[in-house]
Protein backbone atom coordinates (compact mmCIF):
# COMPACT_ATOMS: atom_id res chain seq x y z
CA UNK A 1 0.00 0.00 0.00
CA UNK A 2 1.30 3.50 -1.12
CA UNK A 3 1.68 5.69 2.10
CA UNK A 4 -0.66 8.45 2.44
CA UNK A 5 2.61 11.17 3.55
CA UNK A 6 3.83 10.32 0.12
CA UNK A 7 0.55 11.71 -1.45
CA UNK A 8 0.78 14.87 0.28
CA UNK A 9 -2.45 13.34 3.00
CA UNK A 10 -1.93 13.53 6.62
CA UNK A 11 -3.86 12.82 9.66
CA UNK A 12 -4.23 13.13 13.53
CA UNK A 13 -6.57 11.71 16.01
CA UNK A 14 -8.44 14.26 17.87
CA UNK A 15 -10.40 13.26 20.99
CA UNK A 16 -12.91 15.98 20.63
CA UNK A 17 -14.58 14.02 17.35
CA UNK A 18 -15.45 11.68 19.83
CA UNK A 19 -18.93 10.27 19.61
CA UNK A 20 -21.33 11.28 23.14
CA UNK A 21 -20.43 9.64 25.91
CA UNK A 22 -23.27 7.47 27.42
CA UNK A 23 -22.16 6.26 30.49
CA UNK A 24 -22.13 3.46 32.23
CA UNK A 25 -24.29 0.50 29.96
CA UNK A 26 -23.78 -2.66 32.65
CA UNK A 27 -26.90 -2.11 34.07
CA UNK A 28 -30.27 -2.61 31.31
CA UNK A 29 -32.81 -1.43 33.82
CA UNK A 30 -30.80 1.57 34.33
CA UNK A 31 -30.35 2.50 31.01
CA UNK A 32 -34.23 1.93 30.25
CA UNK A 33 -34.90 4.24 33.00
CA UNK A 34 -32.42 6.88 31.35
CA UNK A 35 -33.85 6.08 27.99
CA UNK A 36 -37.21 6.97 29.09
CA UNK A 37 -35.79 10.29 30.90
CA UNK A 38 -34.12 11.72 27.66
CA UNK A 39 -37.23 10.98 25.44
CA UNK A 40 -39.15 13.42 27.92
CA UNK A 41 -36.27 15.99 28.99
CA UNK A 42 -35.17 16.23 25.59
CA UNK A 43 -32.06 14.39 24.45
CA UNK A 44 -29.92 17.83 23.45
CA UNK A 45 -29.84 18.08 27.86
CA UNK A 46 -29.84 15.53 28.80
CA UNK A 47 -27.32 14.02 30.68
CA UNK A 48 -26.74 10.12 31.30
CA UNK A 49 -25.34 9.31 34.61
CA UNK A 50 -21.13 9.34 34.48
CA UNK A 51 -21.55 10.29 30.74
CA UNK A 52 -22.66 13.37 28.52
CA UNK A 53 -25.10 15.18 27.00
CA UNK A 54 -24.97 16.23 23.31
CA UNK A 55 -24.87 19.69 24.96
CA UNK A 56 -21.50 18.87 26.46
CA UNK A 57 -20.51 17.30 22.46
CA UNK A 58 -21.57 21.01 21.49
CA UNK A 59 -19.10 22.51 23.71
CA UNK A 60 -15.72 20.53 22.44
CA UNK A 61 -17.16 20.48 19.00
CA UNK A 62 -16.85 24.43 19.54
CA UNK A 63 -13.30 24.60 20.57
CA UNK A 64 -12.57 21.99 17.82
CA UNK A 65 -13.62 24.57 14.88
CA UNK A 66 -11.87 27.43 16.30
CA UNK A 67 -8.55 24.99 15.61
CA UNK A 68 -10.04 23.87 12.19
CA UNK A 69 -10.70 27.44 11.63
CA UNK A 70 -7.34 28.04 12.46
CA UNK A 71 -5.94 25.38 9.43
CA UNK A 72 -8.04 27.03 7.18
CA UNK A 73 -6.17 30.23 7.17
CA UNK A 74 -2.66 28.39 7.53
CA UNK A 75 -4.10 26.46 4.04
CA UNK A 76 -7.16 27.29 2.67
CA UNK A 77 -6.81 25.47 -0.37
CA UNK A 78 -6.44 21.87 1.42
CA UNK A 79 -9.59 19.44 1.64
CA UNK A 80 -10.55 18.30 5.34
CA UNK A 81 -12.23 14.94 5.83
CA UNK A 82 -13.87 14.45 9.31
CA UNK A 83 -14.57 10.43 10.25
CA UNK A 84 -16.52 10.74 13.20
CA UNK A 85 -20.27 9.34 14.63
CA UNK A 86 -23.78 10.38 14.46
CA UNK A 87 -24.37 12.47 17.07
CA UNK A 88 -21.04 13.98 16.88
CA UNK A 89 -21.88 14.71 13.40
CA UNK A 90 -25.19 16.61 13.69
CA UNK A 91 -23.68 18.96 16.89
CA UNK A 92 -21.09 19.95 14.67
CA UNK A 93 -23.53 21.14 11.80
CA UNK A 94 -25.49 23.02 14.75
CA UNK A 95 -22.26 24.66 15.47
CA UNK A 96 -21.22 25.68 12.34
CA UNK A 97 -24.69 26.79 10.89
CA UNK A 98 -25.78 27.95 14.40
CA UNK A 99 -28.96 26.06 14.64
CA UNK A 100 -31.24 25.98 17.12
CA UNK A 101 -32.24 22.88 19.70
CA UNK A 102 -35.61 22.31 17.82
CA UNK A 103 -33.85 22.71 14.42
CA UNK A 104 -31.01 19.78 16.31
CA UNK A 105 -34.34 17.66 17.42
CA UNK A 106 -35.14 17.50 13.66
CA UNK A 107 -32.09 16.14 12.87
CA UNK A 108 -31.32 11.99 12.08
CA UNK A 109 -27.90 10.71 12.81
CA UNK A 110 -25.98 9.79 9.23
CA UNK A 111 -26.82 6.52 7.94
CA UNK A 112 -23.02 4.30 8.08
CA UNK A 113 -20.46 5.96 5.93
CA UNK A 114 -23.20 8.48 4.93
CA UNK A 115 -21.25 11.98 4.26
CA UNK A 116 -21.90 15.50 4.06
CA UNK A 117 -19.92 17.67 2.39
CA UNK A 118 -20.08 21.24 3.32
CA UNK A 119 -18.52 23.34 0.17
CA UNK A 120 -16.85 26.62 0.79
CA UNK A 121 -17.98 29.74 -0.41
CA UNK A 122 -15.46 32.92 -0.17
CA UNK A 123 -14.64 32.84 3.42
CA UNK A 124 -17.41 30.47 4.78
CA UNK A 125 -18.41 26.85 4.40
CA UNK A 126 -22.14 26.25 2.74
CA UNK A 127 -23.87 22.98 2.29
CA UNK A 128 -23.10 21.08 -0.41
CA UNK A 129 -25.29 17.82 0.47
CA UNK A 130 -24.97 13.68 1.58
CA UNK A 131 -23.47 11.18 -0.46
CA UNK A 132 -25.62 8.12 1.19
CA UNK A 133 -24.43 3.76 -0.04
CA UNK A 134 -27.00 2.33 -1.95
CA UNK A 135 -27.55 -0.56 -0.07
CA UNK A 136 -28.53 -4.11 -1.95
CA UNK A 137 -30.54 -7.24 0.35
CA UNK A 138 -30.77 -10.49 -0.49
CA UNK A 139 -31.63 -13.91 1.26
CA UNK A 140 -28.82 -16.81 1.81
CA UNK A 141 -28.71 -19.91 3.16
CA UNK A 142 -26.75 -21.21 5.39
CA UNK A 143 -24.17 -24.05 4.56
CA UNK A 144 -24.25 -27.17 5.73
CA UNK A 145 -23.87 -27.38 9.72
CA UNK A 146 -25.04 -29.89 12.28
CA UNK A 147 -26.64 -27.74 14.18
CA UNK A 148 -30.32 -26.72 13.61
CA UNK A 149 -29.16 -23.46 11.87
CA UNK A 150 -28.31 -25.11 8.68
CA UNK A 151 -30.39 -24.09 6.18
CA UNK A 152 -31.98 -20.92 8.11
CA UNK A 153 -32.22 -18.10 5.72
CA UNK A 154 -29.61 -14.78 6.08
CA UNK A 155 -30.01 -11.18 5.07
CA UNK A 156 -26.88 -10.38 2.73
CA UNK A 157 -26.35 -6.64 2.24
CA UNK A 158 -23.86 -5.49 -0.19
CA UNK A 159 -23.10 -2.17 -1.20
CA UNK A 160 -24.09 -1.14 -5.24
CA UNK A 161 -23.83 2.77 -5.38
CA UNK A 162 -24.40 5.98 -3.92
CA UNK A 163 -26.88 8.47 -4.40
CA UNK A 164 -26.31 12.18 -3.94
CA UNK A 165 -29.43 14.21 -1.36
CA UNK A 166 -29.18 18.46 -1.22
CA UNK A 167 -30.59 18.03 2.57
CA UNK A 168 -29.64 16.48 5.97
CA UNK A 169 -31.50 13.56 6.82
CA UNK A 170 -34.61 14.08 9.19
CA UNK A 171 -36.44 12.16 11.78
CA UNK A 172 -39.81 11.19 10.55
CA UNK A 173 -42.39 13.42 11.87
CA UNK A 174 -43.35 10.97 14.58
CA UNK A 175 -40.12 10.90 16.34
CA UNK A 176 -40.38 14.79 16.21
CA UNK A 177 -39.81 16.19 19.55
CA UNK A 178 -41.50 20.07 19.92
CA UNK A 179 -40.61 21.37 23.25
CA UNK A 180 -43.06 23.65 25.71
CA UNK A 181 -41.92 26.61 27.22
CA UNK A 182 -43.65 27.85 30.24
CA UNK A 183 -43.42 31.60 30.88
CA UNK A 184 -46.10 31.53 33.52
CA UNK A 185 -48.80 28.67 35.12
CA UNK A 186 -51.34 29.40 33.31
CA UNK A 187 -49.31 28.12 30.08
CA UNK A 188 -50.02 24.66 31.05
CA UNK A 189 -53.33 25.17 30.59
CA UNK A 190 -53.09 26.97 26.95
CA UNK A 191 -50.61 23.59 25.87
CA UNK A 192 -53.42 21.26 26.99
CA UNK A 193 -55.97 22.81 24.76
CA UNK A 194 -53.49 22.58 21.95
CA UNK A 195 -54.22 19.22 20.31
CA UNK A 196 -51.23 18.82 17.70
CA UNK A 197 -48.85 18.69 20.77
CA UNK A 198 -47.05 21.57 18.97
CA UNK A 199 -48.07 24.87 21.39
CA UNK A 200 -45.08 26.93 22.56
CA UNK A 201 -45.25 29.61 24.55
CA UNK A 202 -42.45 32.64 23.88
Given at each position: DEDPASMGISWHEDPRLR?????????PDTIKQCKSERHAFGPFYYRYPDGESASDVYDRASTFLESLFRSFRSD??????????????????????????DQYHKLANPENCECVVLK?????????????LTIEER????GNREDDTAGDLLTEKRVVGHEFHTSLRQLPSCLKQTRKIRMCPEDDIEAKEDMDGSYVSV
Open positions: EQDFGNYQDPGRVYVLVTHGIAIRVLLCRYFRYSVKDGRSLDLEGRYAEVKR
